[in-house]
């Protein structure tokens, strides 16, 4: 197996053990922040906000 390889294969399985854990309570502490981060913005009617980070979408929709 190359470098390229082994590296895709480890990231793989990085990725695939904390899949079981992605949305655990725990991460309750960064959509608390997400959506104290939307609420500072002053957001008007209908504008929307688009979350590029790639997370767990803590802060990834607001209403208003």
């Known amino acids: 197996m190359g ?3 082994e590296a895709n294969a480890k990231s793989t399985a990085a990725y ?3 899949a079981d854990y992605f ?3 725990v991460s309750s502490f ?8 939307i609420a ?4 008007s009617e209908g504008e929307t906000v ?3 980070c ?3 979408g803590g802060s990834a929709a607001a209403r208003c």
């Open 30 to 37: 960064w959509h608390r922040f997400g959506r104290q981060t």
């Open 54 to 56: 790639c997370g767990s």
């Open 23 to 25: 949305d655990h309570p």
């Open 40 to 43: 500072r913005l002053g957001l």
């Open 50 to 52: 688009l979350d590029v």
């Open 3 to 5: 470098a390229l390889e």
């Open 16 to 18: 695939n053990a904390a």
